[in-house]
Nanobody, 121 residues
């Protein structure tokens, strides 16, 4: 069992930055692929960014170029730096973990409770 706790959400104006953090309670963090997802009311949860156990990263097109995902295997954390935030980035952001290479909402094994990000114009 892996527990994930997100932090770093908040309210910012468009154009500003936020850094989301996720702390994992597991001694085998390095074996997990980690991802960030987001969800808005009435919409399905969607992939934002992911990083494999080996450090390979990928991003959704809507954050590519303005977000960076990174992991610290010594601290068992994964962070998402989001820059140039847009109003449409407003959502609840979730950290997730799995042991497979497929990062979709249905494939992730463990989820955090989510952290709200609100971007105003």
């Amino acid at each position: 069992q892996v527990q994930l706790v997100e932090s770093g959400g908040g309210s910012v104006q468009a154009g500003n930055s936020l850094r989301l953090s996720c702390a994992a309670s597991t001694h085998t963090f390095i074996s997990y692929d980690m991802g960030w997802f987001r969800q808005t009311p009435g919409k399905e949860r969607e992939f934002v960014a992911g990083i494999t156990w080996s450090g390979d990263t990928r991003y959704a097109d809507f954050v590519k170029g303005r977000s960076t995902i990174a992991r610290d295997n010594k601290k068992d954390t994964v962070n998402l730096q989001m820059n140039s935030l847009k109003v449409e980035d407003t959502a609840v952001y979730y950290c997730a973990a799995n042991t497979s290479a497929t990062m979709t909402p249905k494939n992730m094994e463990y989820w955090g409770q989510g952290t709200q990000v609100t971007v105003s114009s």
